[in-house]
């Protein structure tokens, strides 16, 4: 009986030790070889970016890893994988605000990934350990419907402070901080600039001409393309005016300063396809991937590569140093004193 | 062993019940028992301490009661034009009429943008207005123009079952036109008003898609909730709004529930003659038909408009044709069209089955609890949509039922919140069928397992086919429950719809929203087909009952 079970035994700690074995070369193989795909051909993301399916076919192109995305803004994304943290639905967070995944590392929503090509990216647009690294970045400015300007026999704005004219009343359209990035930059951008008192004292003002807000950060800009209203406080203002080639927009980057945050990637904490996520972040990153970001969506690239025509580079722009790390820890505050300062949205 | 047959299935249907509906409603409840990580009634006291709370009861109420009375209305002349006058546009309102049906609530707010917004086709480029059109009275509008289909059905169903020769009685006894509609036709009409109206104010309480899109500023419970859930993840006060919300609706619904056991027990007989026309003078025939020609263009031109505003470049640049809208769909819309109709199909054919088990298990088979399981069917249809969704959302992310990520949880979603639809056609299927039949083939021997499908199931299939696309229809326009549940494997039409609402591609919208209308469509056509086998009467009286999707 004895000897049985010794044999028993053996045998078990045999099969454990060459599967240990087995598990430990094949992780040692992969390492060194670079990353295999996932057994599973499937990535998830939840995108806030311009353009998903045109980067979903090109990345599937490349890689034959097909792509499911669905499009929010960056405080949806956030509330989802909150939700969803012991079981997460996703494996890459795409585009969206640099606060909202300052949130989410600090939350270990996020997984660190340290991309070969990461050093193209300006160190400024990237998390210092990997968690998250800028692909491009996005500006704020106004979208301004030339038409309907002139129906109602508006000025052109053309910096941030002519918003709080009164005879803008109702004409103006921006989003709510509670869930779009550009909304909140703007928000913390202004405090940034002006300091918190005069700062809060500029918003109000300029709130009075907003009627209400929009949940996501684009459309106010749409609706200026509808001609529903003047000025659309918008992300990447070039943006419509290119898609748009007939209609009356046009672009305005403010001159008293322009807001701008970096968009990152992501990895999600416990994502089912860890390894088609990072070949994703490669791509993103790569010389290749980076054009083709910009075509889908035309925006700054945080990479050397050449802007599209239309689109302008870091050095036209008057940027404001926005400090992203600061007013992406804060952002629960200023949110929060948002909601009391403003009720009626 | 005979009782383990007798008691198994109503077992089993309580099982089910309590894991998917009396579960996630329950843990809504306790998260709203939940303030700073502390259990207490803190975040109700937090709110209500709030003026911007009390602002959004009284704003949610009032929008209710206006659109329910305003609604009501509404339904009560288009009925009486189609039913109590001869008049030769009745088949144009009664098309008019069912238009909300195929068209979700959301997708008439986009429509109604084009055409009376800011920059609107008739209120701007036409008629150079500029008013807000951001506000409640849009909702109230909007929310007035797409419930009549349900207030119309209710009432119509009281009215077409009003005896003729109770009017012809009046008449004789010297009553004129005007005296027989107000004295005699509408108090025996006033339970279907009532019905009509409870309906409606519960539907507007729980709508969120219409105030989400053209309120603006005006928020309700139902939209503020959906706010602080998906904004802030603010899962208590989510849980609280949402807790206050079905407040109101239970009671909106319990009165609903005896009014309907009231109109009844008032038996109307059936109608032996032809319809009981009312002759009634050029002036109000007048008014009934401005109010159906206005109707009726209004829905129209809504339908028109989704057409255009899928078709066109933009708003701002004129009316050029373009099919840009529509590239979006083989990009990332044919998985969306396919969950839609798979999801809507099996969702039409489990409620239906199982709608007409469960009314057979309570109205022929006794066992304990049977009003119970009755409650229990019918709740989903109180609680608001969203208050149903935060509850699966909440429920089912955590051991033991994790479910959250798979399709299952959406079928299973659409399914508990249809059963309702199933259950109540299923009972009144039963209640119209004849006893003695049933008796017979139990007297033959045949058991209870054995007469429902010999005798039941089959007699009861046209009726069966009419709830059963009825309820594929409301599936397919589901929205509220879906939008916390869905992820990127398992979208559908209308939260697509609702994605590019909400991000502005109004084009891109309307272009889903053809094809969303396309599928709902399909399936009216399939109502029709069935109807031509159950009657004019019992088909109305059948939809009157399934009004509450």
């Given at each position: 009986?004895?000897?049985?079970?010794?044999?028993?035994?053996?045998?078990?700690?045999?099969?454990?030790?060459?599967?240990?074995?087995?598990?430990?070369?094949?992780?040692?193989?992969?390492?060194?070889?670079?990353?295999e795909p996932d057994s599973e051909k499937v990535l998830s993301m939840?995108?806030?970016?311009?353009?998903?399916?045109?980067?979903?076919?090109?990345?599937?192109?490349?890689?034959?890893?097909?792509?499911?995305?669905?499009?929010?803004?960056?405080?949806?994304?956030?509330?989802?994988?909150?939700?969803?943290?012991?079981?997460?639905?996703?494996?890459?967070?795409?585009?969206?605000?640099?606060?909202?995944?300052?949130?989410?590392?600090?939350?270990?929503?996020?997984?660190?990934?340290?991309?070969?090509?990461?050093?193209?990216?300006?160190?400024?647009?990237?998390?210092?350990?990997?968690?998250?690294?800028?692909?491009?970045?996005?500006?704020?400015?106004?979208?301004?419907?030339?038409?309907?300007?002139?129906?109602?026999?508006?000025?052109?704005?053309?910096?941030?402070?002519?918003?709080?004219?009164?005879?803008?009343?109702?004409?103006?359209?921006?989003?709510?901080?509670?869930?779009?990035?550009?909304?909140?930059?703007?928000?913390?951008?202004?405090?940034?600039?002006?300091?918190?008192?005069?700062?809060?004292?500029?918003?109000?003002?300029?709130?009075?001409?907003?009627?209400?807000?929009?949940?996501?950060?684009?459309?106010?800009?749409?609706?200026?393309?509808?001609?529903?209203?003047?000025?659309?406080?918008?992300?990447?203002?070039?943006?419509?005016?290119?898609?748009?080639?007939?209609?009356?927009?046009?672009?305005?980057?403010?001159?008293?300063?322009?807001?701008?945050?970096?968009?990152?990637?992501?990895?999600?904490?416990?994502?089912?396809?860890?390894?088609?996520?990072?070949?994703?972040?490669?791509?993103?990153?790569?010389?290749?991937?980076?054009?083709?970001?910009?075509?889908?969506?035309?925006?700054?690239?945080?990479?050397?590569?050449?802007?599209?025509?239309?689109?302008?580079?870091?050095?036209?722009?008057?940027?404001?140093?926005?400090?992203?790390?600061?007013?992406?820890?804060?952002?629960?505050?200023?949110?929060?004193?948002?909601?009391?300062?403003?009720?009626?949205? | 062993?005979?009782?383990?047959?007798?008691?198994?299935?109503?077992?089993?249907?309580?099982?089910?019940?309590?894991?998917?509906?009396?579960?996630?409603?329950?843990?809504?409840?306790?998260?709203?028992?939940?303030?700073?990580?502390?259990?207490?009634?803190?975040?109700?006291?937090?709110?209500?301490?709030?003026?911007?709370?009390?602002?959004?009861?009284?704003?949610?109420?009032?929008?209710?009661?206006?659109?329910?009375?305003?609604?009501?209305?509404?339904?009560?002349?288009?009925?009486?034009?189609?039913?109590?006058?001869?008049?030769?546009?009745?088949?144009?309102?009664?098309?008019?009429?069912?238009?909300?049906?195929?068209?979700?609530?959301?997708?008439?707010?986009?429509?109604?943008?084009?055409?009376?917004?800011?920059?609107?086709?008739?209120?701007?480029?036409?008629?150079?207005?500029?008013?807000?059109?951001?506000?409640?009275?849009?909702?109230?509008?909007?929310?007035?123009?797409?419930?009549?289909?349900?207030?119309?059905?209710?009432?119509?169903?009281?009215?077409?079952?009003?005896?003729?020769?109770?009017?012809?009685?009046?008449?004789?006894?010297?009553?004129?036109?005007?005296?027989?509609?107000?004295?005699?036709?509408?108090?025996?009409?006033?339970?279907?008003?009532?019905?009509?109206?409870?309906?409606?104010?519960?539907?507007?309480?729980?709508?969120?898609?219409?105030?989400?899109?053209?309120?603006?500023?005006?928020?309700?419970?139902?939209?503020?909730?959906?706010?602080?859930?998906?904004?802030?993840?603010?899962?208590?006060?989510?849980?609280?709004?949402?807790?206050?919300?079905?407040?109101?609706?239970?009671?909106?619904?319990?009165?609903?529930?005896?009014?309907?056991?009231?109109?009844?027990?008032?038996?109307?007989?059936?109608?032996?003659?032809?319809?009981?026309?009312?002759?009634?003078?050029?002036?109000?025939?007048?008014?009934?038909?401005?109010?159906?020609?206005?109707?009726?263009?209004?829905?129209?031109?809504?339908?028109?408009?989704?057409?255009?505003?899928?078709?066109?470049?933009?708003?701002?640049?004129?009316?050029?044709?373009?099919?840009?809208?529509?590239?979006?769909?083989?990009?990332?819309?044919?998985?969306?069209?396919?969950?839609?109709?798979?999801?809507?199909?099996?969702?039409?054919?489990?409620?239906?089955?199982?709608?007409?088990?469960?009314?057979?298990?309570?109205?022929?088979?006794?066992?304990?609890?049977?009003?119970?399981?009755?409650?229990?069917?019918?709740?989903?249809?109180?609680?608001?949509?969203?208050?149903?969704?935060?509850?699966?959302?909440?429920?089912?992310n955590r051991p033991p039922l994790l479910l959250s990520g798979t399709?299952?949880?959406?079928?299973?979603?659409?399914?508990?919140?249809?059963?309702?639809?199933?259950?109540?056609?299923?009972?009144?299927?039963?209640?119209?069928?004849?006893?003695?039949?049933?008796?017979?083939?139990?007297?033959?021997?045949?058991?209870?397992?054995?007469?429902?499908?010999?005798?039941?199931?089959?007699?009861?299939?046209?009726?069966?086919?009419?709830?059963?696309?009825?309820?594929?229809?409301?599936?397919?326009?589901?929205?509220?429950?879906?939008?916390?549940?869905?992820?990127?494997?398992?979208?559908?039409?209308?939260?697509?719809?609702?994605?590019?609402?909400?991000?502005?591609?109004?084009?891109?919208?309307?272009?889903?929203?053809?094809?969303?209308?396309?599928?709902?469509?399909?399936?009216?056509?399939?109502?029709?087909?069935?109807?031509?086998?159950?009657?004019?009467?019992?088909?109305?009286?059948?939809?009157?009952?399934?009004?509450?999707?």
């Amino acid at each position: 009986m004895m000897n049985r079970e010794k044999i028993v035994d053996s045998k078990i700690k045999f099969i454990f030790q060459t599967t240990l074995i087995l598990l430990i070369s094949s992780m040692l193989s992969m390492s060194v070889m670079g990353i295999e795909p996932d057994s599973e051909k499937v990535l998830s993301m939840y995108v806030a970016y311009g353009g998903p399916d045109f980067i979903a076919r090109e990345f599937e192109k490349e890689t034959g890893i097909k792509v499911k995305y669905l499009t929010m803004s960056s405080g949806e994304v956030l509330a989802r994988l909150r939700a969803e943290k012991s079981n997460p639905q996703t494996d890459i967070w795409f585009g969206g605000g640099s606060d909202a995944f300052i949130r989410a590392r600090e939350e270990k929503l996020i997984a660190a990934y340290h991309s070969p090509n990461r050093k193209n990216v300006k160190p400024m647009f990237r998390d210092k350990e990997g968690y998250w690294t800028g692909v491009s970045i996005v500006v704020v400015g106004f979208l301004v419907n030339q038409e309907r300007l002139k129906q109602k026999g508006l000025k052109q704005p053309e910096n941030w402070s002519d918003l709080v004219d009164p005879s803008y009343r109702n004409e103006i359209m921006a989003s709510n901080p509670n869930t779009s990035g550009t909304a909140y930059t703007t928000v913390s951008g202004v405090l940034q600039v002006m300091g918190s008192e005069k700062g809060w004292q500029f918003l109000d003002r300029m709130y009075e001409n907003i009627p209400f807000l929009e949940k996501s950060g684009s459309a106010p800009g749409k609706k200026a393309l509808a001609g529903e209203f003047a000025i659309g406080i918008a992300p990447d203002p070039h943006n419509l005016p290119l898609r748009n080639p007939g209609a009356p927009l046009v672009p305005v980057f403010p001159g008293d300063g322009v807001l701008a945050w970096p968009s990152p990637v992501a990895m999600i904490n416990g994502a089912k396809h860890p390894n088609n996520a990072k070949l994703f972040i490669d791509w993103c990153l790569s010389p290749k991937g980076q054009v083709v970001l910009m075509k889908a969506s035309p925006r700054v690239p945080t990479t050397d590569v050449k802007t599209l025509k239309g689109v302008p580079g870091v050095s036209d722009l008057n940027l404001v140093a926005y400090d992203h790390l600061k007013w992406g820890a804060a952002r629960e505050k200023v949110v929060e004193k948002f909601n009391d300062r403003y009720p009626q949205y | 062993m005979l009782s383990l047959k007798k008691f198994g299935l109503p077992a089993l249907f309580f099982l089910l019940l309590f894991v998917f509906v009396a579960y996630p409603t329950l843990t809504v409840i306790v998260k709203s028992y939940e303030y700073k990580g502390q259990s207490g009634f803190g975040t109700y006291l937090m709110l209500f301490t709030k003026p911007y709370f009390i602002g959004l009861i009284r704003g949610s109420v009032l929008i209710a009661l206006g659109s329910a009375f305003c609604s009501t209305l509404l339904g009560l002349f288009l009925s009486i034009l189609v039913f109590k006058t001869g008049l030769p546009m009745r088949k144009l309102v009664l098309f008019a009429v069912v238009l909300p049906m195929i068209i979700p609530g959301f997708v008439t707010s986009l429509s109604y943008i084009f055409l009376f917004g800011r920059n609107g086709l008739i209120t701007f480029k036409l008629l150079n207005l500029s008013w807000e059109i951001y506000s409640w009275r849009s909702v109230l509008i909007l929310q007035t123009l797409g419930f009549s289909t349900t207030t119309f059905f209710l009432i119509s169903a009281v009215l077409v079952g009003v005896n003729s020769q109770t009017e012809n009685a009046a008449r004789n006894l010297g009553a004129n036109e005007w005296q027989v509609l107000t004295t005699v036709t509408l108090p025996l009409v006033r339970p279907g008003l009532a019905a009509a109206f409870l309906l409606s104010f519960l539907r507007s309480m729980a709508d969120f898609g219409t105030p989400f899109i053209v309120g603006g500023r005006f928020n309700t419970l139902a939209t503020m909730a959906y706010t602080k859930l998906i904004g802030t993840y603010d899962t208590a006060t989510a849980s609280a709004l949402s807790t206050v919300l079905m407040v109101f609706c239970l009671i909106a619904f319990w009165l609903y529930f005896r009014m309907e056991r009231k109109s009844q027990s008032f038996r109307v007989e059936r109608q032996l003659g032809g319809a009981g026309l009312l002759r009634l003078p050029l002036l109000h025939r007048s008014i009934l038909v401005s109010v159906g020609v206005l109707f009726s263009v209004v829905m129209l031109g809504l339908l028109i408009s989704v057409f255009l505003a899928a078709f066109t470049r933009h708003l701002g640049a004129g009316l050029h044709f373009t099919w840009d809208h529509f590239r979006i769909i083989p990009q990332q819309g044919w998985n969306s069209i396919i969950n839609t109709i798979i999801f809507a199909s099996i969702t039409c054919l489990i409620t239906t089955f199982f709608g007409l088990v469960i009314a057979y298990l309570v109205s022929r088979v006794r066992f304990p609890g049977g009003r119970l399981l009755d409650l229990l069917v019918t709740l989903p249809f109180a609680i608001p949509g969203t208050f149903m969704g935060i509850g699966y959302a909440l429920a089912f992310n955590r051991p033991p039922l994790l479910l959250s990520g798979t399709w299952a949880i959406v079928v299973i979603c659409t399914v508990f919140r249809e059963l309702p639809l199933g259950f109540r056609s299923g009972d009144s299927i039963l209640k119209q069928q004849e006893r003695s039949i049933e008796q017979a083939s139990e007297n033959l021997g045949d058991s209870k397992t054995g007469t429902f499908f010999r005798i039941i199931l089959p007699m009861a299939r046209p009726a069966l086919m009419v709830s059963a696309v009825y309820a594929y229809i409301t599936s397919t326009k589901t929205l509220g429950a879906l939008i916390f549940l869905i992820t990127p494997g398992n979208k559908v039409l209308s939260v697509d719809i609702f994605e590019a609402t909400v991000r502005g591609d109004v084009g891109n919208a309307a272009a889903f929203s053809v094809v969303l209308m396309m599928i709902a469509a399909g399936g009216v056509g399939l109502i029709a087909l069935a109807g031509k086998r159950t009657g004019v009467a019992s088909r109305f009286k059948l939809l009157s009952k399934l009004q509450i999707g």
